[in-house]
């Protein structure tokens, strides 16, 4: 391909990920300017294509030095297409920009969707399709393309500064971020012996329409006064820019300073760059992120741990597990390990009955006697078996005051060397890559149901749709739902056509206000069969209506929803309790329905709330 541009990126070609988003479009419009050709990528084919025609109708830019390819950045199967696309049209690439995210869903921590099924308006996103949309797509656009890339080529991560700060009710964008940083500094190290230069740009706030709307939530979300959230960063800026008028003011960023800090990166004057943080903030004063010394240094963290009960969640790294633990006996901790690899926890039982781990004295020379960890399976992924094992410690030891996450996986060290080989991150094969977002950054949803034990009590709780024999459309609906065709065809869909439909079906048995005595009575009769087999609560939500019904075998509850009643249930030591929100305030549920509560009253003879 031969050219006669000029400019500081003159014959070079960019691949820009989210190249028509709000900083990407600023960004690509720079490095046509500077003489370069651009790929520009992202789901959104016709936002592509319309960015693509302005700038060739509007601003004069060669058609061919602009290409949009449609790519989901955290589908490997799609970016390999989509940079071979690229490759075959123009040639190679020299930059890569991987700007793509996502802002996740804004909520506070409890309220965070997990997975696609706990999605509710304004979201778009659970904290599985954030985690995707930020380190996979970030991950995968690198492995894709720096194994095509030949010295001397530049990648650059746009991270943003509030991984690095308090940022309340974003943690599925701020937390990605972090691994982001961390991972780009991985690469960097291993890209920087081929000669690929890899650096970080940490946009602060942007001057954007929607980021006064975004502090706005975040203020309300904290309680604090309007515009509490704003005056925080432009407080922590050290710089005050000129106004239009000239006259020193705080002021956020623009996306024109990142671009031009993304044309420095992707031309020559940034040769001797790499694992470099360029902070597009105004100079705010914010820390960079700390590495833990506690197993090595532990008198900086903990002097007396008596009392307390530490749950060391590890993967299958018996060693290091049973180091740390070693430590926080020395400081009188009483410890708790559980392992999510079942091998490992055999190793482990077998080290300490060999052993015994004998504890030292604390930092101050004293004599300790804290027994040996207590050693559990405990898997994250598996939620009932979590809630198991927990159980166990907190009867055993009492509950956790303190954890401490150690990885899914640990890496082996190599039969002639004692000391761990990294894994390559720019070459890692797919599964293991799935297989990490999955494992280490995944969460943990329950499809079905999920029984726990809870202050002695053993509580389940599931959506109980289609389980009288006569629900046959409850159950098809669910295997078509379910089917992975179905769900691939229905993120097809625009979410202005998405959620409208999935409200209308849904509604369809929300608007049943008089459930047929029939359908009731044969729930009541599962219910009480699911009691009598050695439940003390069962609580599920199909019905919509709430319900709370006692029976001499335990309790059954329908928590009801929140499109017409607003009712959930509440269990703690005192008992259950169903109650409604109303007003702003917490009230105890009234009878709802009163005739279908008579009826099941009447036929089964329980006591009806």
Not at 31 to 40: N, P, R, T
Not at 155 to 168: G, P
Not at 575 to 590: F, K, M, P, T
């Amino acid at each position: 391909m031969t050219s006669t541009q000029t400019g500081r990126l003159a014959d070079k070609i960019a691949l820009v990920s989210g190249g028509a988003g709000i900083i990407g479009e600023v960004i690509t419009r720079r490095f046509l300017s500077e003489g370069a050709s651009v790929a520009i990528t992202g789901r959104n084919l016709e936002k592509l294509n319309d960015y693509r025609r302005r700038l060739v109708e509007e601003e004069g830019v060669a058609p061919e030095r602009v290409l949009a390819v449609r790519m989901d950045g955290s589908r490997i199967d799609e970016v390999r297409a989509g940079v071979a696309e690229i490759l075959e049209r123009l040639g190679h690439i020299d930059v890569l920009v991987n700007n793509a995210g996502s802002a996740g869903p804004r909520r506070a921590l409890t309220e965070i969707p997990l997975t696609a099924d706990e999605l509710q308006a304004p979201d778009r996103e659970s904290l599985q399709d954030a985690l995707g949309n930020v380190v996979g797509i970030t991950w995968n656009l690198t492995r894709a393309v720096a194994v095509r890339m030949a010295p001397g080529s530049s990648i650059i991560n746009v991270s943003a500064i509030i991984s690095r700060t308090e940022y309340y009710g974003c943690i599925p964008h701020v937390v990605p971020k972090a691994a982001v940083n961390a991972l780009g500094d991985g690469l960097a190290r291993e890209l920087g012996e081929r000669g690929i230069r890899l650096n970080t740009i940490y946009p602060g706030p942007i001057e954007s329409e929607g980021i006064r709307s975004v502090f706005q939530t975040m203020d309300t979300l904290t309680g604090a006064a309007e515009g509490s959230t704003a005056a925080g960063f432009l407080g922590a800026m050290r710089l005050n820019r000129p106004d239009e008028a000239g006259a020193p003011a705080k002021r956020f960023p623009t996306p024109l300073d990142v671009a031009n800090t993304a044309v420095f990166l992707a031309s020559d004057e940034s040769a001797a760059f790499a694992g470099h943080a360029f902070e597009v903030t105004h100079g705010m004063d914010v820390p960079a992120e700390s590495r833990t010394t506690f197993a090595s240094r532990p008198g900086l963290r903990a002097v007396d741990a008596s009392g307390m009960v530490i749950l060391i969640c590890a993967g299958d790294q018996v060693e290091d597990a049973l180091d740390i633990a070693d430590v926080l006996r020395a400081c009188r901790a009483t410890l708790a390990i559980g392992f999510r690899d079942n091998d490992a926890l055999h190793r482990a039982e077998e080290v300490l009955r060999n052993s015994g781990r004998p504890v030292a004295a604390d930092i101050y020379g004293r004599p300790t006697d804290t027994p040996p960890p207590l050693l559990v399976q405990l898997d994250p992924l598996d939620p009932s078996a979590a809630m198991e094992a927990l159980n166990h410690v907190r009867e055993a030891l009492g509950a956790p005051h303190h954890a401490l996450a150690l990885p899914a996986r640990g890496v082996p060290p190599p039969a002639d060397s004692a000391e761990p080989k990294a894994a390559s991150l720019a070459e890692a094969d797919d599964a293991a890559v799935q297989q990490l977002l999955r494992d280490e950054l995944g969460v943990v949803y329950c499809p079905d149901e999920l029984e726990l034990d809870y202050h002695g009590r053993r509580l389940c709780f599931a959506h109980g749709d289609g389980w009288p024999p006569s629900e046959h459309g409850y159950r098809l609906m669910k295997r078509v739902f379910r089917n992975r065709t179905a769900i691939a065809l229905f993120r097809l869909l625009s979410p202005d056509l998405g959620f409208p439909l999935a409200r209308w079906v849904s509604g369809r048995s929300r608007g049943q206000h008089e459930l047929p005595p029939a359908v009731l009575n044969a729930y009541a009769q599962i219910a009480r069969r699911r009691l009598r087999a050695g439940l003390d609560l069962l609580a599920i939500g199909h019905l919509h209506t709430p319900r709370h019904v006692r029976w001499p075998e335990g309790e059954w509850l329908v928590t009801g929803d929140w499109f017409e009643h607003f009712s959930y249930a509440v269990v703690d030591d005192s008992g259950v309790q169903l109650r409604r929100w109303r007003d702003g305030a917490s009230d105890e549920i009234v009878p709802v329905h009163r005739t279908s509560e008579l009826q099941l009253e009447s036929a089964l003879g329980g006591q009806v709330d």
